[in-house]
């Protein structure tokens, strides 16, 4: 049975077992316990569904049975099984959902079988089938294959139209034939052959053309291989060179650090007398003295800044480069640097604003690098910056999700011409070779720095500048602590 579910059941005249399932009317042998039959609507059903108990048989052996469309009454010995089967035909040939007309594709009497040809462009055809069948039947079933594409015969109750896509080109044979419920097909099978054309590569005269084309590429084949035993041996010897450029940028970076440690430990002892012998003076001492010794203690701490540029950088080449990511109050920090700066700005009458509102008040960084970050923008605005004035902004900004810290610095001074600011974040690269010892011309290793550091925070710098007029230099950093690292 289709179904466990039983709504009523009832024996005919000759002893067969009649019930009503949930999805069809079944007829049983008792004697076997096999299915004769299933009727469902495609069998002349108005319903499927049956009233539970809802049966009866009448002295004539009449059962009337109740569904949820109706009631069904019949004679079960006047039931035809096995209705004979109508042959299939087939009734058109589609290509892109078009009928094809005989003008369109030339049909050739092949043994008594039409035959259709086709181009290699035609990559949708369909064919449509049929049969004459007058039984109450709601649906026909239908087997067909493509020979030469299809390995076995395709049944689908209810469908009329084969469709094939993408054809090779060849020779092919379509059958159709009828089927009944349990697949049992007609003898009569219908057919139709079609030929599909090949594209002008795979005929003969284009495989001829190949096979010069093949002969032509083996020659250059050849000539190839000996250009690239020969690019290969140039490949080896720039690597060579490159390797031996590479060992020795390694050599001056170990110099330049190793240089670097040997001269701080001297800066220090001598930033360090120097700042104790000017406590001492007092002040009826000479005065030349006291100025003497407090210039060797600035240009110390200005030397020693060089050296410990130069120490970051070498460690920024080497990936060595440590960071140690804390909480950081950026309100005390910007303050701090303003204060320390401002004796250098009263020197050129330069104002430094710092923000007068604070958006962000903390942020996630290393606070060393923090402060070189800011330290080496502002005193680069104060060296490039001859009168006027130097304002410092705090914005947030959002993006991809994230929230960052927007620090910008912005200056009156002589601005970066266009031409040169594609040198600005590059090591040792100064602008023009005949102003490179005047004051306000070069970038130095403090904006180099500044792009590295800002970049192992997982930010970046930004700037704007107009020649004559001015420049913002602005450091996006992210407010919270990063998880990922580069």
């Given at each position: 049975m289709t179904s466990d579910s039983v709504a009523s059941i009832i024996t005919d005249n000759e002893g067969y077992i009649w019930t009503a399932t949930a999805n069809s009317l079944t007829k049983i042998n008792p004697n076997t316990?096999?299915?004769?039959?299933?009727?469902?609507?495609?069998?002349?059903?108005?319903?499927?569904?049956?009233?539970?108990?809802a049966i009866f048989k009448d002295n004539g052996g009449t059962l009337y049975i109740g569904s949820t469309k109706g009631l069904i009454s019949f004679k079960p010995g006047s039931i035809k099984q096995g209705a004979t089967l109508?042959?299939?035909?087939?009734?058109?040939?589609?290509?892109?959902?078009?009928?094809?007309?005989?003008?369109?594709?030339?049909q050739i009497d092949k043994g008594h079988i039409a035959h259709y040809l086709f181009s290699h462009t035609d990559s949708m055809i369909s064919f449509d089938f049929t049969t004459i069948n007058f039984q109450q039947r709601r649906t026909n079933t239908f087997a067909y294959m493509l020979e030469n594409f299809d390995g076995d015969w395709i049944t689908h109750p209810g469908q009329t139209r084969a469709t094939y896509?993408?054809?090779?080109?060849?020779?092919?044979?379509?059958?159709?034939?009828?089927?009944?419920?349990?697949?049992?097909?007609?003898?009569q099978v219908a057919h139709l052959s079609i030929s599909i054309t090949p594209p002008l590569s795979q005929t003969w005269w284009a495989y001829t053309l190949y096979w010069l084309l093949a002969l032509t590429g083996a020659a250059f084949a050849i000539r190839f291989y000996v250009l690239k035993i020969n690019q290969r041996k140039l490949n080896e010897l720039v690597e060579i060179r490159t390797q031996e450029l590479q060992q020795a940028n390694r050599a001056?970076?170990?110099?330049?650090?190793?240089?670097?440690?040997?001269?701080?430990?001297?800066?220090?002892?001598?930033?360090?007398?120097?700042?104790?012998?000017?406590?001492?003076?007092?002040?009826?001492?000479?005065?030349?003295?006291?100025?003497?010794l407090e210039s060797i203690h600035r240009n110390g701490i200005h030397l020693l800044n060089i050296i410990n540029d130069i120490l970051d950088i070498a460690k920024i080449e080497t990936g060595k480069l440590e960071m140690s990511i804390m909480e950081c109050n950026l309100v005390l920090i910007i303050e701090q640097l303003v204060n320390d700066l401002k004796p250098k700005a009263s020197e050129k009458n330069l104002l430094i604003i710092a923000p007068q509102q604070y958006s962000v008040k903390s942020i996630y960084a290393d606070p060393v690098r923090l402060k070189q970050i800011?330290?080496?923008?502002?005193?680069?605005?104060?060296?490039?910056?001859?009168k006027g004035q130097i304002?410092?902004?705090?914005?947030?900004?959002?993006?991809?999700?994230?929230?960052?810290?927007?620090?910008?610095?912005?200056?009156?001074?002589?601005?970066?011409?266009?031409?040169?600011?594609?040198?600005?974040f590059k090591r040792f690269e100064q602008f023009d070779s005949t102003t490179k010892h005047h004051k306000g011309f070069g970038t130095g290793l403090g904006l180099a720095l500044v792009h590295s550091f800002c970049q192992a925070h997982h930010g970046w710098v930004e700037f704007e500048s107009q020649y004559g007029k001015g420049s913002t230099f602005t450091a996006v950093l992210p407010i919270c602590e990063r998880q990922e690292q580069l």
């Open positions: 316990v096999e299915v004769v039959q299933n009727y469902s609507e495609e069998n002349g059903l108005p319903s499927h569904e049956f009233m539970r108990n109508s042959p299939a035909i087939v009734t058109d040939v589609f290509v892109f959902n078009e009928k094809v007309m005989q003008s369109n594709a030339p896509t993408n054809l090779d080109a060849g020779d092919y044979v379509f059958k159709v034939t009828s089927a009944d419920e349990k697949g049992k097909k007609h003898k001056k970076t170990d110099f330049l650090a190793n240089m670097s440690h040997e001269l701080r430990t001297p800066l220090n002892a001598i930033i360090g007398f120097s700042k104790h012998l000017t406590r001492k003076i007092g002040d009826n001492d000479d005065e030349k003295i006291k100025l003497a800011l330290h080496n923008l502002l005193s680069n605005a104060i060296k490039y910056t001859e304002n410092v902004k705090i914005a947030r900004h959002t993006e991809k999700e994230v929230e960052y810290c927007r620090i910008e610095i912005h200056d009156t001074g002589i601005g970066i011409k266009k031409e040169d600011q594609s040198k600005l």
